[in-house]
């Protein structure tokens, strides 16, 4: 071969390569994840190189902040969701609105709406879900035997602690008045968890506290998100608020306030949300310290 043919040979096989490469990035999956605890668990499978967007929620961990934010996954619009060529979107569910994920289905994009249960079980469940939407089946066994694990752990500890003290949590909508959980919410699930009783029994879902229902609540702990406390003005703004002066939760300063998605997501971090706090809400109680699952740090 001379050194012409050599060169044409040479260069004809870099433009293979290159052709090939290319085509290899256009087959990688483009995956959009919707909601914080359906995000944790991509990024817990090891599969964040294949995330082009998030939704408003996905919070953690800190390090996919920098890529796209849908918005907020209630108020989602099927079009710049769109607009980035998904390959497979992955929305927890009650996203919304209807109408947008109609448009998203119709579409032809993959949707796969994951379970949002506030139990152990809908915890393993996410990890099930997401991980045979990803084509990760193996990962996810070794990531719900690791989370279940955990779960195990943290509940078994909590077990041991016989007194249930009462727990009243308020979710701040800005300057109107607060809200605060009922039955079957992602609150009164990981307050049962960590060894409380929710202050509220007589309703399902969120409503606004009045004094009087807060005074017949009675609430021992006063638990929020720590961004629902600043967006009160703070444990002296919290305090001020004459539907909570009036609790002996308040009068005694117990005030909890643990990052939102930690507290009420129930993905990979739920075993350490538990005994996190479990800690506040038993302080006197021999209890381990709290660990994140590997792979989402």
Known sequence: MNAGSFIRCTLMGLLLTAAASAAAADDKPRVISIGGAVTEVVAALGAVDRLVAIDSTSRYPASL???PDIGYMRHLAAEPILALEPTLILAVADSGPASALAQLKASGVPLVIVPDDPTVEGTLQKVDVVAAALGLQDEGVKLRARIEAELAASTAAVEKISERPSVLFLLSIGTGTPLVAGRE???NGIIQLAGGRNAIDGFTGYKPLSPEAAVEAAPEVLLLTTQ?????????????????AVTPAAEQRRVVALEGQLLLGFGPRTGA?????ARYLHPDADLPAPAF???CR
């Open 228 to 244: 629902g406390l600043e967006m009160i003005g703070g444990e002296a703004g919290l305090l001020a608020l004459p539907q909570v």
């Open 185 to 187: 919410t992602a609150a």
């Open 293 to 295: 699952s590997a792979g």
């Open 273 to 277: 949300a538990i005994l996190e706090l």
């Open 65 to 67: 902040r920098g890529l």
